[in-house]
C-alpha cells in the first residue's frame, strides 16, 4: 500500500504561503476543486472525491490524528463513474459527511503541498511527502519538518484531526 507522511496547519496569511509555496515549487499551482463525500466505515477513513469534470477517485486511508508529522497509509481506486459508486456506498455503508475545498497544489520533488480553502473551516495548508517504496517515515518527516519552517508554518498552527472531524466538531456536515 502507498504511504506518505503528512502535515496539517492552519493558515493565517494565505498570501505570504502561497508566495513561498510558489518559489519552492517545480511548476505552477494546479487548481483543484474537490468534494469528498465520506462514508461510515469500522477502521480509517473512505472517501469519495469528485471533480468538476465528471471524474472521481475512492480513496481509503489510515492515519493517526496527531499534530507531528504522521504517516499514512492509502490506496486510490480513480473511476469515470462515480454517480454509482455513490449510491452504492451510501446505501451500504451510509454518509459521514461531505468536505468542499479550492485546492492549490504545488509539487516540491516528491512533496505535494495543498493550500486548502475549506467550506465552513477556511484556510490550511496540508503537506504530503510521498514516501518511495523502502524509504523511511523518518527521511519523510525530516522533509515535512524542513518544508513548514520554509512555508513560514509555525508549531502552535498545526491541526491533528482530518477536515471531515474538524466539521463535525463544529456541527457542520
Known amino acids: 500500500m502507498p504511504r506518505n507522511v503528512e502535515i496539517k496547519a492552519r493558515v493565517r496569511d494565505m498570501n505570504a504561503v502561497r508566495a513561498r509555496a510558489a518559489a519552492l515549487s517545480d511548476a505552477p499551482a494546479v487548481v483543484l476543486e474537490q468534494e469528498d463525500t465520506f462514508f461510515n466505515v469500522p477502521d480509517g477513513r473512505l472517501k469519495l472525491r469528485v471533480f468538476p469534470d465528471g471524474k472521481g477517485e475512492l480513496i481509503a486511508y489510515r492515519r493517526p490524528n496527531s499534530v507531528g508529522p504522521k504517516t499514512s497509509e492509502y490506496f486510490v481506486y480513480r473511476t469515470p463513474h462515480f454517480g454509482a459508486l455513490k449510491e452504492l456506498l451510501t446505501v451500504a455503508l451510509g454518509v459521514r459527511g461531505v468536505v468542499?475545498?479550492?485546492?492549490?497544489?504545488?509539487?516540491?520533488?516528491?512533496?505535494?503541498?495543498?493550500?486548502?480553502?475549506?467550506?465552513?473551516?477556511?484556510?490550511?495548508?496540508?503537506?504530503?511527502v510521498v514516501l518511495a517504496e523502502g524509504q523511511s517515515d523518518v527521511e519523510g518527516e525530516s522533509t515535512a519538518r524542513h518544508l513548514l519552517a520554509e512555508l513560514g508554518i509555525r508549531d502552535a498552527d498545526r491541526v491533528a484531526p482530518a477536515y471531515i472531524d474538524l466539521l463535525e466538531a463544529e456541527g457542520g456536515r
Open 100 to 128: 468542499r475545498k479550492r485546492r492549490l497544489l504545488y509539487l516540491v520533488g516528491a512533496t505535494r503541498i495543498h493550500l486548502d480553502d475549506v467550506e465552513g473551516l477556511g484556510a490550511f495548508l496540508e503537506l504530503e
